[in-house]
Structure formats: structure tokens, C-alpha cells
């Protein structure tokens, strides 16, 4: 596609259930980033992709979190059990290959849990 | 997680007049990138930069890449009512793909004036 692309634009949960974000990377991007928002702050990197391994997953907050990439494509990120805390803004990112690419952004699923 | 030190952390001036934001670091870092983030949508790439003491410019936008490699800063000039929104650094390490992570910065909100 043109842009990296997110679904669902926004998700509304209550605490305790799981939800799934979704992420469209540009296409012939290998290497794919998570990223989250909090209310306003600078973007926590999460976890990075080349390819369908993930060689950097030191940002995860916590077990609760996993995110997988299948295809060298699309990639999910789940939450377990969500809690408030995990309320913001979830960020993807593509770039090509490795090396210092430029990272570019979808516009984010705004999540929020009751 | 770990954040830059940006300045200032907002700005309020009338149009046409010169902006200048930078961003710190304790690490040295191998690329700069300045985004712009505009309410409801993800970071849009402005400038990205790979050496130090490099000086780019893109239309009214000028960015440097300090040359220890801990420091950035971003000049808008004769600003105008679109440049609202808010502006972030991020630096960039790598190491042979074992990470191309960004580190962002706290960010610098941007208010225009007509």
C-alpha cells in the first residue's frame, strides 16, 4: 500500500479482556517496529522485526505482550489481560531493510480500557 | 523507557517569525530524525540525518547533526499557521541489525499565531 496502515483506528475494552492491533506495513518494508503513545508523551519503542524474527523485543512492557509477524508482512501485536495502564496510543512503523532507514508511521490505534 | 532531552517543551509565536527546538543525549547516537505529529495521525518524517555535523534542509526546515553526535536542533523559518502540531527528534542506533530502534524525544509543541 501507499502508507502503513493500522486497524482498528480505535478500540474501547474493558480491563481484563485481550485485544488484537493490527499493522500494514508498506509494501517491500522488511523491517517492521512497535511503538506506544501515552497521553502526552514521546513515543516507548516496544519490539522490532527484520523479517518475520524479532531481534529487539526489549521494550515490552511486560508478559502480557507479544507480537508476531508472519509472511515478512502484516504483523500483530496482542495484549493479555489488558489494564488501565495499558491505555494509548500503539504506533507501527516500516522501513527498508537494515541499516539507518527512515521509519515511516501508520496513524495508530488509540486504545482505551475501562 | 528512554527519552531525549528536547527544548523547549512548547512555543507560542506569531507568523512568520523564526522557530529553533534541539534535542540532547547522553549516547551518541549513528542518525538523527525530526518528525512532525499532527493531532489524530502518526509522525510524518520531515528530516533525517547520517553523519555528523551534516546540515539538511527541506523547504523552510533546516537540521543539523551535531558533531558529537549527542545533539540536534531543528529551525523552522518564516513560520506559518500549518507548521502547528508537535515536533520530536529521535536518534537512532544500530548495530548490524541487531537494532534500528528510535529514541524519541519529549517533544516540542508548536503554536502559531496568524
Known amino acids: 500500500g501507499a502508507g502503513v496502515s493500522q486497524s482498528p483506528s480505535n478500540k474501547v475494552t474493558e480491563k481484563g479482556k485481550d485485544v488484537e492491533l493490527r499493522c500494514d506495513p508498506i509494501?517491500?518494508?522488511?523491517?517492521l517496529y512497535w511503538y506506544r503513545q501515552s497521553l502526552g508523551q514521546g513515543l516507548e519503542f516496544l519490539i522490532y522485526?527484520?523479517?518475520?524474527?524479532?531481534p529487539d523485543k526489549s521494550g515490552l512492557p511486560s508478559d502480557r505482550f507479544s507480537a508476531e509477524r508472519t509472511g515478512g508482512s502484516v504483523s500483530t501485536l496482542t495484549i493479555q489481560r489488558t489494564q488501565q495502564e495499558d491505555s494509548a496510543v500503539y504506533l507501527c512503523?516500516?522501513?527498508w531493510g537494515f541499516g539507518a532507514q527512515p521509519q515511516h508511521f501508520g496513524d495508530g490505534t488509540r486504545l482505551s480500557i475501562l | 523507557g528512554q527519552q531525549l532531552n528536547q527544548s523547549p517543551q512548547s512555543m507560542f509565536i506569531q507568523e512568520g517569525e523564526d522557530v529553533s527546538m534541539n534535542c540532547t543525549s547522553s549516547?551518541?547516537?549513528?542518525?538523527w530524525l525530526w518528525y512532525k505529529q499532527d493531532p489524530g495521525e502518526g509522525p510524518v518524517l520531515l528530516i533525517a540525518?547520517?553523519?555528523?555535523?551534516e546540515l539538511t534542509s527541506n523547504g523552510r526546515l533546516t537540521a543539523q547533526f551535531g558533531i558529537t553526535r549527542k545533539d540536534s536542533f531543528l529551525n523552522i523559518s518564516a513560520s506559518i499557521p500549518s507548521d502547528v502540531g508537535i515536533y520530536f527528534c529521535a536518534g537512532q542506533e544500530f548495530y548490524g541489525g541487531a537494532t534500528n530502534k528510535l529514541i524519541f524525544g519529549t517533544g516540542t509543541l508548536l503554536a502559531v499565531q496568524p
Open positions: 540525518l547520517y553523519k555528523a555535523g
Open positions: 522485526f527484520q523479517g518475520n524474527s524479532a
Open positions: 512503523a516500516s522501513s
Open positions: 509494501s517491500g518494508h522488511t523491517a
Open positions: 549516547s551518541i547516537f549513528n542518525t
